[in-house]
């Protein structure tokens, strides 16, 4: 299935963006992502791949690459 995603920055307009860049492995302790647990109720984390705009730094998307997951929520 094709997503559309936006080409172009909302804030500034420029075209260059870096598309799904891992978050977690820019984090040194542990990792940031969401949570969901599996079949056998071990608690993991999908990353986090963020699109950012190269021209002004804003972060267009963040997005996982499975979002069908047994997410973990607080009710
Ligand atoms: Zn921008």
Known sequence: MEISVPSKC????SADIVRNITMSQ?????SIGLEYRTAVLI???EDLLADL????GTILRLHV???DRKWI???
């Open 10 to 13: 909302l804030t500034c307009g």
């Open 53 to 56: 705009c190269k021209e002004c």
């Open 65 to 67: 690459k499975n979002p």
């Open 73 to 75: 929520t607080k009710s």
């Open 26 to 30: 820019a984090v040194e302790v542990g």
């Open 43 to 45: 608690t993991r984390t």
